[in-house]
């Protein structure tokens, strides 16, 4: 499925906790550039359901070798991925085996289409699992990062999953339980969350829809949050962020509304200087600033390298790069030819740093041997000071080509 929701489940914190910062985002005409861990969860995702339709009996031996032929094609294929997903698939295979222990005639649905528009506009959403049974509705979604283990309590995301499949599914199958559960293969974790029909209706008519109807409308106030403007493409330029951001800075970093330090920290701290205590509490304040700085930082460069966008008192330079060789295994021939043995040059898997090399050799040598397998690239565009010495990138066109080299 190509399309999106704009309140899809996978944004859902965002659009609950700060409303109208989807049509903000709308409004700004960003592409979602993706990334490769997307890419790899989405090749993950699609093994899972190949191994989970063949686990389950849907498609025959010989289906199932030719579809995994194409999977171990793809670039993301490795031991890893199949012992993860094959971890995942034993877990659903075994919930589904328990149901069907304890008399329940479970019914297994894959990748299912899930529809809540009925409490969030246009809202609609792809489920992994979904295992229905006579009183119990569980709906499983896979998560195959590495980053944190994420957990299925109170999870809006998952919630939203359950919701479509309990306004879809409830009149067949009557369930009133309905059990939630993130699987993180590569994490070793698994997290479940359980809640009653009753209160998952009652969370989507009083805390969801009044929030979805205003972000789909662009209503509501804008409230930064961490983990909402995470994945907020406003978020280098957003004015309530950059307000709060700014409000940390003047007014939580104002030492006379920093409760005191203890009476010792105060007797030895000359007055010039902050006491240990005062330390302590910007501490957990400065993480907010640094994520805020650095992602303004990084939409000036690329609004200045793409789009020709000058800002006052700074212009696009070539930042620093590194010399290079650029064919290892002929400049290992070289030095061998020369009498060098491989315990001068190698510092296994590969060859020494060229300033090792060149300590080792001495420079005349190194350049007279390697000097013409060694290139030093163009530096990536960066935005600086219009005092800095290096001259200024005349071609933003240019600028684009050559950090696209680089990519």
Not at 6 to 18: K, P, Q
Not at 340 to 369: H, N, S
């Amino acid at each position: 499925m190509t399309a999106h929701a704009l309140l899809g489940a996978s944004s859902a914190h965002r659009w609950l906790v700060c409303p109208p910062s989807m049509r903000l985002e709308e409004s700004l005409g960003l592409p979602d550039t993706g990334s490769s861990f997307a890419a790899e969860g989405t090749a993950a995702h699609a093994y899972a359901e190949l191994e989970l339709r063949y686990r389950l009996g849907e498609i025959t031996k010989r289906s199932y070798a030719g579809r995994l032929k194409a999977h171990k094609a793809t670039e993301w294929w490795g031991t890893e991925m199949e012992d993860c997903i094959g971890d995942y698939a034993t877990q659903i295979v075994e919930m589904v085996e328990g149901l069907k222990g304890a008399g329940k005639s479970p019914s297994v649905e894959l990748e299912q289409r899930v529809d809540y528009s009925e409490y969030v506009p246009e809202g609609f959403g792809t489920a992994d699992v979904v295992i229905l049974s006579e009183g119990e509705l569980h709906v499983i979604d896979l998560k195959y990062g590495r980053g944190v283990p994420v957990s299925a309590e109170d999870n809006p995301q998952l919630r939203l999953y359950a919701l479509g499949a309990a306004l879809n599914y409830q009149i067949i199958y009557g369930f009133d339980t309905v059990r939630m559960t993130i699987i993180q293969p590569r994490l070793g974790s698994t997290s479940t969350d359980t809640i009653s029909l009753e209160d998952l209706l009652e969370w989507a008519e009083g805390y969801v829809e009044p929030r979805a109807r205003a972000a789909y409308e662009g209503r509501g106030e804008y409230c930064p949050d961490d983990k909402a403007c995470r994945w907020c493409r406003a978020k280098a330029t957003c004015r309530a962020r950059a307000d709060a951001a700014l409000k940390t800075a003047c007014e939580d970093f104002s030492l006379d509304a920093l409760p005191d330090a203890d009476a010792v920290n105060q007797e030895t701290t000359p007055a010039t200087l902050m006491t240990v205590g005062e330390v302590a509490d910007l501490l957990p304040l400065l993480p907010k600033l640094e994520a805020w700085a650095k992602d303004v930082q990084e939409w000036a460069l690329t609004q200045a390298r793409d789009h020709d966008v000058h800002y006052e008192g700074y212009k696009l330079v070539e930042g620093r790069s590194n010399r290079k060789i650029t064919n290892p295994q002929a400049a290992a021939e070289a030095l061998q030819k020369i009498g060098c043995e491989p315990a001068t040059y190698y510092k296994p898997p590969e060859l020494r740093t060229i300033t090792a090399l060149e300590k080792v050799l001495g420079k005349p040598v190194f350049a007279d041997v390697l000097g013409d397998l060694v290139v030093k690239p163009s530096g990536k565009p960066v935005l600086v000071p219009e005092g800095d010495k290096r001259p200024e990138i005349n071609s933003t066109e240019n600028a684009k080509a050559d950090f696209a080299e680089m990519e």
